[in-house]
């Protein structure tokens, strides 16, 4: 079955202590981005990857980080997390041709206290 | 600086009757546009597309209407049935621009039996 998979769905981390949520598709796409879904704001990309090793910063990457050193994975790193990244994540993927429609992963609920 | 709006937050209708959601963008280089809609607790799930050398599109009971001198788009359902109530997103991008998607703020459709 196609999709993509984000770890955790839930957590509930501290001010500081870095974190990492996983993101991982099985269909050989090569675009993956991030995504923060707050209320009144819709959906606001973070960051995105063209391919392997090839990232660039969506509308508000301030706070992140993240990787892809395999096709499949696209890990989100928040090395110091705040209180103000608290928000629903989503990963997606799409591809191969640039215009295509995104499949997104289940969301991962952060609440940073 | 919102690029794309979605200024109707919230939009209930009759079971049966047209539902028509609305977009607005203000970029200039966006070539194509989609829209996606999503469940409570589930990631967004794509649901049609539209390329700026195109004024409609259609997929059954879903069609998508652009107007570029206006900078206006436009989701028709019909009939709406009740399975359509969930949060409605537009998105846009430009064609060469890897993946960098911009979407709307959202708007919640009820159908209501």
């Known amino acids: 079955e196609a999709q993509v998979t984000q770890n955790p769905r839930y957590l509930i981390t501290v001010t500081g202590k870095k974190l990492t949520v996983t993101c991982s598709q099985n269909?050989?796409?090569?675009?993956m981005s991030w995504y923060r879904q707050d209320p009144g704001l819709g959906l606001r990309q973070i960051y995105y990857?063209?391919?392997?090793?090839?990232?660039d910063k969506g509308d508000v990457p301030e706070g992140y980080k993240v990787s892809r050193k395999e096709k499949r994975n696209f890990p989100l790193i928040l090395e110091s997390p705040s209180p103000n990244q608290t928000s629903l994540y989503f990963c997606?993927?799409?591809?191969?041709?640039?215009?295509?429609?995104?499949?997104f992963g289940q969301g991962t609920r952060l609440t940073v206290v | 600086d919102q690029q794309v709006k979605q200024n109707s937050p919230s939009l209930s209708v009759q079971e049966g009757r047209i539902s028509i959601l609305n977009c607005d963008y203000t970029?200039?280089?966006?070539?194509?546009f989609l829209w996606y809609k999503k469940y409570p607790a589930e990631g967004p799930t794509f649901l049609i597309s539209?390329?700026?050398?195109?004024d409609k599109n259609e997929d059954g009971r879903f069609t998508v209407f652009l107007n570029k001198s206006a900078k206006h788009l436009s989701l028709h359902i019909v009939p709406s049935q009740p399975g359509d109530s969930a949060v409605y997103f537009c998105?846009?991008?430009?064609?060469?621009?890897?993946?960098?998607?911009?979407f709307g703020t959202g708007t919640k459709l009820q159908v209501i039996p």
């Open positions: 269909m050989n796409h090569e675009y």
């Open positions: 970029n200039s280089m966006f070539d194509y």
């Open positions: 539209i390329s700026s050398i195109k």
């Open positions: 997606a993927s799409s591809g191969p041709e640039m215009n295509t429609e995104a499949f």
């Open positions: 998105a846009a991008s430009e064609t060469g621009g890897y993946q960098k998607v911009t």
């Open positions: 990857s063209m391919n392997v090793e090839v990232t």
